[in-house]
């Protein structure tokens, strides 16, 4: 990350180990969210944000880019990071990140240096890479003093949307998890220790069957809640790429 980060002005935070919290070591399958339930790995993660937004509240600075140590970076990273007029007027935080899954955005965008701002209307996870004001940093500390849920879910998560304050997305983003990208390999010392949630075990193959022939109906229920909302008429269903 030095490497990646030279001629940059940064702050290295050192992560909160998982292993000196409570909390229970994974979340077994089907387990409510709620904060009893929280693994101590996500708990850590939080913490170790909350620490990035504290951290950034005491100096002046208008914006902070906060990233994890697992991201590849485009080579316009550096621009944008000297340049804060790209950022929306009045904006909370922007994800810089993709994970190259489909992702609802609302069809009006604005331009910024040359890539656009779209407000992101649907779940987009990861939290690896955004920026974010002073306001969306004391929104944040407010919404993770006790967190039920990862803390992509509180950020970007479209279950908690209607609770906070409007997410941009930049297209094409400008970091990527290096475990998405072909060369990863390449990067395996920056590979993140948090436990994936393709660790859980599987799911009963009854149920998995159960959802694959359910699958069609609730796809076709959702298009046809989204035609008569109106909701292909102000958003769009895109892939966000990396560039």
């Known amino acids: 990350m030095c490497e990646l980060l030279e001629g940059l002005p940064y702050e290295r935070i050192h992560a909160v180990d998982g292993k000196t919290l409570e909390g229970p070591e994974v979340l077994p399958p089907f387990t409510p969210r709620k904060y009893e339930n929280m693994t101590r790995y996500e708990r850590a993660y939080v913490l170790g944000h909350r620490l990035a937004w504290q951290k950034f509240l005491e100096t002046g600075d208008a914006l ?15 621009k944008f990071m000297r340049d804060e007029s790209w950022f929306p007027q009045g904006g909370c935080v922007v994800k810089i990140e993709t994970d190259r899954e489909r992702v609802f955005l609302s069809r009006q965008s604005i331009p910024a240096l040359g890539r656009s701002l779209a407000v992101l209307r649907s779940s987009h996870l990861g939290s690896s890479a955004y920026v974010i004001s002073r306001e969306g940093a004391r929104f944040f500390l407010g919404q993770t003093v006790r967190p039920d849920h990862p803390l992509d879910y509180v950020m970007f998560g479209e279950a908690f949307a209607k609770n906070r304050p409007p997410v941009h997305q930049l297209i094409p983003a400008l970091c990527i998890q290096t475990k998405h990208i072909q060369d990863a390999n390449a990067f395996s010392e920056l590979a993140s220790s948090i436990q994936d949630q393709a660790s859980r075990p599987k799911k009963p193959l009854r149920l998995r069957l159960r959802n694959e022939i359910r699958r069609p109906f609730i796809q076709l229920g959702r298009s046809l809640r989204n035609l008569a909302s109106g909701r292909q008429l102000t958003e769009r269903r895109c892939i966000v790429d990396f560039a």
């Not at 902070?64 to 990273?77: G, I, R, T």
């Open 64 to 78: 902070a880019c906060v990233l994890d140590d697992d991201v590849a970076l485009s080579p316009e990273f550096g």
